[in-house]
């Protein structure tokens, strides 16, 4: 039996515990400029136990832990660039991690060529450094998609898969075989760009079990959003074209401890927020 047909039999016959739910500073990041500590204890108010960030607002390591405790929110993960990986930043980053209380990093974003696979091979290379530093620090570290992972192909392969396949009949071997992620490097799957770029994100489970502690859970809305009110641009509204159920059941049987809700179209208002955690908990009963 395929590996995918054993991860879907798995999902239907599997119970387990449901993800927490945390929520993307990202999602209401106009908000949080006006008003960090506010709106984290707002968010904590309508049902988020986490949170995710890579924003600070002029905090500290100690001062962004003390507004996360007085919002009683967990600091899940936190989002940074691959250039905080590197060294000699990586040991100011896991200061950082430590001083905050955080044992996580989701590296955020990184646009590489859609020619050359040589760009993506040196973030490979940081993240595989970083992780196996990480690592005896007792931090993970995981790698979190856009869409274009997903769209951009080299050999017949998306980027993402790309990524984390071996290297066999590669033709980036020049001197010595070419290493893809090890697998200390963990995945933050966002789903919503998983589906804007072409993927199905429980097939993207089904390919690589186990490695997705935290997972995004943005809404899969195509061409920005445009005319949706605050309120109708969450995870499950109408114009979100992502089979939740389906996701979030395949997520449990996995073993995800986190949804990191993410809807990013009104970053001025918790509304969207509001609307994804109402829905989530009504199909996770």
Known sequence: MKLASIFFALIATTACAAPRLAFQVYAVRDLCEKDFAGTLKAAR????????????????AKGLKAACDEADLELVALQLYPHNLTEPQLVETIKFCKDCGCNRINVAWYKGSKENPNDWQLLVNVLNHAAEACAKEGIAVAYHNHDHEFR???????????LWAGDEGDALRQVTATPRFSDRVLQELDCGNCILGGGDPVRCLAAFPHRNPTVHVMPAIEGGGKGLKPGEAGVGSAADRADWRRIVQALAADGTQWLVVKPVIHPDSLADLEKSIAYLKGIMK
């Open 152 to 162: 951009i192909k080299f050999g017949g392969k998306s980027v993402w898969n790309w």
């Open 45 to 60: 108010a309508i049902g988020y136990e986490g949170v995710e960030t890579g924003r600070f607002f002029g905090l500290d």
